[in-house]
């Protein structure tokens, strides 16, 4: 079947970083506010209900190793691992609470979401960072709060993004069929992945970011050539 003859995309699953967010966003102002507001956060909500889930999990991976040490390794290694990136929510939720922390988005980004939302797509994230630092990323950008766009956040719960059953739980938990689904990602095992789950996919390439093209997926610019490509409704026509 080719694209021409496809049915109508009906859902629109995104990536953040390198999709959504420039890389640096990530990098430069989110990973290094987490490192330096860690220790104060185990130092002073030891006895934190939900912080103590995330040190008891750390433990059992890491047995042996104080936790600070290991998430300093985790984050050294840029690791996807689920405590990691619970306890760095923790700590964005109240960077943004404060006001320190806001999401740029790309500029094309806010405008599509909006235009896609209001055309009824349905709209859902798919990040290694946890649903709670999704939603604080969306809800706290420099354009105001774009979380109600979306009707699913996932993370690694679902399972590794390089895993074709990851996407197939996404599926199953949105009510969603495979082929009615594009996915949205700058990195090409995660559509590989997302493809061999039955989903549509485009590569989201923005060379400030350094990201490669590939050869096996459509390649976009911007979610503005995404529409174009996917026959999806255009802010500028919408």
Not at 192 to 196: F, P, S
């Given at each position: 079947?080719?694209?021409?003859?496809?049915?109508?995309?009906?859902a629109v699953l995104l990536d953040i970083e390198g999709t959504t967010i420039p890389v640096s966003f990530v990098h430069a102002t989110l990973f290094p506010y987490a490192r330096k507001a860690l220790p104060a956060l185990l130092r002073t909500h030891a006895?934190?209900?939900?912080?103590?889930?995330?040190?008891?999990?750390?433990?059992?991976?890491?047995?042996?190793?104080?936790?600070?040490?290991?998430?300093?390794?985790?984050?050294?290694?840029?690791?996807?691992v689920a405590p990691l990136k619970a306890l760095q929510g923790m700590?964005?939720?109240?960077?943004?609470?404060?006001?320190v922390l806001k999401a740029a988005l790309y500029p094309d980004v806010v405008p599509a979401l909006r235009c896609w939302a209001a055309a009824g797509l349905s709209l859902a994230v798919y990040s290694s960072g946890s649903v709670a630092a999704q939603k604080l990323i969306y809800g706290h950008t420099t354009e105001g709060d774009l979380s109600s766009v979306f009707v699913g956040?996932?993370?690694?719960?679902?399972g590794g993004k390089r895993d074709a059953e990851s996407y197939r739980r996404i599926l199953d938990a949105a009510r969603w069929q495979a082929g009615d689904v594009l996915f949205l990602s700058d990195v090409v095992a995660e559509l590989?992945?997302?493809?061999?789950a039955g989903l549509r996919?485009?590569?989201?390439?923005?060379?400030?970011?350094?990201?490669?093209?590939?050869?096996t997926h459509p390649v976009a610019g911007s979610l503005a050539e995404v529409a174009m490509r996917f026959g999806l409704p255009h802010p500028e026509v919408a």
């Open positions: 079947m080719t694209q021409a003859t496809q049915p109508p995309v009906r006895d934190d209900p939900a912080v103590k889930a995330q040190i008891a999990e750390i433990a059992h991976l890491a047995p042996g190793v104080p936790p600070l040490r290991q998430l300093e390794a985790w984050m050294d290694a840029d690791a996807k700590v964005w939720a109240q960077g943004y609470a404060e006001g956040f996932y993370d690694l719960e679902m590989d992945a997302a493809a061999a996919t485009c590569q989201i390439v923005h060379p400030e970011d350094g990201t490669q093209p590939g050869t």
